[in-house]
T-cell receptor, first 115, second 117 residues
């Protein structure tokens, strides 16, 4: 697609429920990233994918968070047993390659509210 | 340790004024990349510029200009003749070459710019 596409754009969920956030990167981009933006923490790096592989999961806040990418394209970020502190904007991004100098393009984010 | 500091939390100017957004970074790498992103109310982070650590040449793009000074570890962003559409949150970010296996961006806390008509 023309840009990074994320869905849902807004999600309100009850505490304890699971949520899935989806990201469709720019066509042809092999690297995909998830960031979280919250009031108290600013922009936090969560995880990256090179192809379907995520070598480093240490940025995920807890074991309730998981992410996968299939077919080298779409990625889903899953939060199990959501907590109120999970409320944030989850931003997905992609770049042509996994290199530090590559420009990273962001989607509009999925706004998650846990009530 | 790597860190990006944007000391200005909020700036308010009147349209047509010039405004400079400050960014100071810390890194132990000799090779690194610096970025500026704009986040309008829609939420999407819009890429503005990328510089590498070996290129200290300043850059101008229309009303936007960037001043990169390694001696002071700063990468400041100036908007000339600001417009209401420039109102947004602006983020400075750092990517270290040794993070080349992650492409990870380290962001500053952002500066909220309000341009009043």
């Amino acid at each position: 697609g023309a840009g990074v596409s994320q869905s849902p754009s807004n999600k309100v969920t009850e505490k304890g429920k699971d949520v899935e956030l989806r990201c469709d990167p720019i066509s042809g981009h092999t690297a995909l990233y998830w960031y979280r933006q919250s009031l108290g923490q600013g922009l936090e790096f969560l995880i990256y994918f090179q192809g379907n592989s995520a070598p480093d999961k240490s940025g995920l806040p807890s074991d309730r968070f998981s992410a996968e990418r299939t077919g080298g394209s779409v990625s889903t970020l899953t939060i199990q047993r959501t907590q109120q502190e999970d409320s944030a904007v989850y931003l997905c991004a992609s770049s042509a390659r996994l290199l530090s100098g590559n420009t990273i393009y962001f989607g509009e984010g999925s706004w998650l509210t846990v009530v | 340790a790597q860190k990006v500091t944007q000391a200005q939390t909020e700036i308010s100017v009147v349209e047509k004024e010039d405004v400079t957004l400050d960014c100071v970074y810390e890194t132990r790498d000799t090779t690194y990349y610096l970025f500026w992103y704009k986040q309008p109310p829609s939420g999407e982070l819009v890429f503005l510029i990328r510089r590498n650590s070996f290129d200290e040449q300043n850059e101008i793009s229309g009303r936007y200009s960037w001043n990169f000074q390694k001696s002071t570890s700063s990468f400041n962003f100036t908007i000339t003749a600001s417009q209401v559409v420039d109102s947004a949150v602006y983020f400075c970010a750092l990517s270290e070459a040794r993070s080349s296996n992650t492409g990870k961006l380290i962001f500053g806390q952002g500066t909220t710019l309000q341009v009043k008509p």
